[in-house]
């Protein structure tokens, strides 16, 4: 602090009193951003990412397999990891790791709050998830992928499938060896290809629990890469959701919603009764649809995952940051981090039920 003031006295007056109320501003944002945390209660009520997948309260945000903007995604990084969200999913770039990995540290130096675990996401084969500029498919290299995975800073893996072609699973499987020892989590993204879901989730589990050493994920991916705001949007998801939630035999793991996800989706979630509940009871409705009751061990639905509607409210914030100061870290502007952090509040809060009064 004394060399802020004496680098301000030897300036004029007029840019030290600049300088120094700018100062000022940012310290009183940074307290409000942080009472903010602490009145929705965020420090004393999230629980470990596997807690949170047990309860059914577990969120994660999709940053995008093939986005790359690395001063966004530290920014959606830091915001989100205030907001307490378990998991951030980013492309298999070092350089994107590490722009995760420096929002979450910017968010933990203004708040002391958990750390979420980082995800990579990579493809078994061309998917509409991992596109370059100009719409052209791309698949990572499987080996400079499997590096990756040896870091100490990156905590699982999503492989995302068309569920169709067993034999790209299996390849990229093999081909990542024993680089997923360490994980924590692997997780599947897959689409519901009908009566052929669960006979391809059974071939994939197969081909996985040789030497998977950790907890395993299947990502429900009802609309892929929508973003929309509609309550329309998120349907899909939730019909998905529902459907596996209700058959017994099926390959062991946690399901997550994705795809369409929004502000809306817990609201179906409760619709059909599958929000943080480990029973799923006898139901008729409109459309005769008649489940056994059984119980779970843990939450049928383990969560949800939150990516182009996740990125749209906060990025409204990131492009007005970037008008008025340029590619800037956020929590140097606190009114701006104050703003985001309300959006992505409002949206991690529907599941995780923080105190918003």
Known sequence: MVLSFSCCASLSPQLSSQLCARSTNSVVGLEKVKNLITKTGIPSTIASPLDSLQKGNWVKLICGASFEDVVDIRNLSLVYTLAGVDCIDCAAEASVVNAVRDGIEAARGIIPIRRPWVMISVNDNEDLHFRK?????YIRDV???????KQDDVDAIEIHTSGR?????QELWKGLGDSIDKLRLVAVSLPDIGELTIPAMNSMYDTMRVNLHCLNLWQLDGRPMSGDIGRGTTREAIKFALHLASIRDKPKGFLQLAGGTNAHTVEGLKREMLFQTTIISDKSNGE????????SSHALISGVAFGGYARKIVGRVLRSLQSEHGYAHLEDYPDHL??????????????KCYNQS
């Open 165 to 169: 072609q067993a034999e790209s699973f």
């Open 143 to 149: 080996s400079a992928t499997a590096e990756l995975l």
């Open 288 to 295: 005769k649809v008649n489940f056994n009751s059984f119980e």
């Open 133 to 137: 500029a100009g719409a052209i498919p």
């Open 338 to 351: 104050l703003k985001a952090l309300k959006e992505s509040l409002a949206l991690v809060g529907t599941v």
